[in-house]
């Protein structure tokens, strides 16, 4: 945990947030009968919360669910009974979809910069990593790509390409996760006020990476060199300061993510590509076969790569084709099953029922 004493500022408060107090918790506040926490850690039925002063346990009153809160998360908490009074309004959120239920997953909240970290090796997918961005853009956050692994290489430059080349203004890091001179690279992310998510797969160095910018001592685990799979060291996401001062969330490895809400996210990603479709000559383009098609002629006249475009044209077909998945928790859904099951049931009478003929 970080050192005390700590301020509000600190751990990350601003003026976004002090705007959202009333008069009243505002005089609260002087009073310290009011105390804003910044959650650390959320568990299926508490959460851990750091304050200016100490850490704090919290337990969500029953009209509370744990995961309506995420880590880097402001509440405002009653300091006699410890209950939570609110949920302040997020400056971001970075979030995914779960598709069996058709709702989304808070990853972190009140993040600048989302370290999307991948590797030299067979863990790089320019689609996985196309959904990180897309991500990020949704939420208003900075993406930067960390390459890791470079030392497992002998030339990391088309790794490094091919990243940069997923989006005009990307920054791009290769490094070698053990070597603290390259890992201080990173920390230009991270001074005092900067609030980081970082994420990828298991196995490509994000514990070393957590390790050296917060001075920590957590589990790193390796992978196979077979297939560049990882085992799983951090099973939760949590919040830690950063030596430099700012604060970093570190997320359980991730290998397949499912966007939640994320066209507008997309749209700024290929931003070049958003501008053409305002061009076709038909408003609802499907940009296949239709005359007027501006993509079309900009793929024929090499204006626009080929490349890109299926990049595009996928992402926006996923993420569609998750967003129409049925909610099992929808009475349509549940009529569905009550029938199929009734059915099933008549079906076993009818076989149990002595012929009588």
Same mark, same amino acid.
Do not use: C, Y
């Given at each position: 945990m970080p050192?005390?004493?700590?301020? =509000?500022? +600190?751990?990350? $408060?601003?003026? @976004? @947030?002090?705007?959202?107090? &009333?008069? #009243?918790?505002?005089?609260?506040?002087?009073?310290?009968?009011?105390?804003? *926490?910044?959650?650390? #850690?959320?568990?299926?039925?508490?959460?851990?919360?750091?304050? /200016?002063?100490?850490?704090?346990? *919290?337990?969500? %009153?029953?009209?509370?669910?744990?995961?309506? @809160?995420?880590?880097? #998360? $402001?509440?405002? &908490? +009653?300091?006699?009974?410890?209950?939570?009074?609110?949920? *302040?309004?997020? /400056? &971001?959120?970075?979030?995914? =979809? %779960?598709?069996?239920?058709?709702?989304?997953? *808070?990853?972190?909240?009140n993040i600048d910069t989302l370290f999307i970290v991948s590797s030299c090796n067979a863990d790089f997918k320019t689609g996985w990593i196309d959904q990180f961005l897309a991500m990020a853009c949704e939420a208003d956050v900075t993406p930067v790509v960390i390459l890791t692994k470079t030392d497992k290489t002998d030339n990391p430059t088309p790794w490094i390409e091919q990243a940069k080349n997923l989006s005009p203004s990307l920054s791009v890091e290769a490094l070698n996760v053990h070597d603290p001179d390259q890992i201080h690279r990173l920390e230009k992310w991270c001074q005092p006020g900067q609030n980081i998510a970082m994420i990828g797969s298991s196995g490509v160095g994000k514990s070393t990476i957590l390790n050296a910018l917060c001075e920590l001592d957590t589990a790193t685990g390796a992978i196979r060199e077979s297939d560049a799979q990882g085992r799983h060291t951090t099973t939760a996401r949590s919040l830690h300061q950063t030596k430099s001062g700012g604060w970093l969330v570190d997320t359980p490895g991730i290998r397949v993510l499912h966007l939640y809400e994320a066209e507008k996210g997309i749209n700024r990603l290929f931003t070049d590509i958003t501008e053409l479709t305002e061009k076709c000559h038909f408003r609802d383009c499907t940009h296949n076969d239709e005359p007027g098609c501006a993509l079309k002629a900009a793929l024929s006249d090499r204006t626009l790569d080929r490349t890109r475009f299926k990049r595009w044209k996928k992402l926006l077909q996923d993420s569609h084709k998750l967003s129409d998945t049925p909610d099992e928790t929808s009475p349509s859904w549940q009529e569905q099953r009550r029938i199929t099951k009734a059915i099933k049931q008549d079906q076993k009478r009818l076989k149990r029922k002595p012929n009588r003929s």
């Open positions: 050192r005390q004493p700590l301020s =509000l500022e +600190d751990l990350g $408060w601003s003026h @976004f @947030f002090h705007s959202q107090l &009333t008069a #009243d918790e505002s005089e609260q506040l002087k009073l310290m009968t009011l105390v804003p *926490l910044r959650i650390t #850690d959320v568990h299926r039925i508490r959460l851990h919360a750091r304050g /200016k002063d100490r850490s704090h346990i *919290l337990v969500p %009153i029953k009209s509370q669910n744990t995961a309506n @809160f995420a880590v880097g #998360d $402001w509440v405002l &908490t +009653d300091l006699i009974t410890g209950h939570i009074l609110r949920l *302040l309004e997020r /400056k &971001t959120v970075l979030q995914r =979809l %779960i598709p069996r239920s058709n709702q989304p997953q *808070l990853i972190a909240a």
